[in-house]
């Protein structure tokens, strides 16, 4: 398996592992009151910082365990980074559209933040998922 | 439109009829990966005219000798 592909695998434990962490701690906190009313923004950034950190941990570990050379890329492996690369940001570009909506519709910041991160890890899934399929599948390429 | 390559090679006849030499061996004197040159011969791959270059070059022979396309894919319409 190619060291980028093990990298996809990791982002999307990784974001998966994260949000649902984030969702599960978020929804604790439920009560009779509105969704919206919970206390969020910290446990938000906090999974997202660690997010970060894990991914960069993993792969700094995967290049240790890997050996000498072990995370070189060529140009194949650039070529998939940026196929998957784009057709991840087009979940970025619809959440930065579902955001402008809801602001407008003046929804309440909870809604607001929580479209962006669905949107942030929706985006890495898609991108992960993209780049497995074109190094098992190949067909990444238009000609 | 995604497209399957047309592009085939004779990477693997080539690397045998070179002291059966390993995809390992040959990516290394392209300088790519084992598993770009693992994707290359099974058809994943269409690799870059240089690359395509470098790659003839290790074996001494022309690119048509390692790549070829069929001829009714490329007429111009």
Redo the contacts between chains.
Sequence with gaps: MAFEEKRAWVMILVSVGAYTLYVATVLGRAGDGPLADISYAGTLLWTIGGAIVAAIVAHIAMAIAGGHGADRADERDREINQVSERIGQSLVVIGALAALVMAIAELRHFWIANAVYLAFVLSSVLSSVAKIMAYRKGGFQTW | ?????QVTNAIRALRFAHDEMTQAELADRV???R??II?IEQ??????LE?AFRIARVFRVGLDDVFQYPDTEGDPS
């Excluded at chain 2, 439109?1 to 390559?5: D, N, Y």
């Excluded at chain 2, 058809?43 to 870059?48: A, D, F, H, K, L």
């Design positions: 439109m995604v497209k399957p390559t300088g790519v990966t598993q770009t994707a058809g994943r791959y269409s690799p870059s690359m």
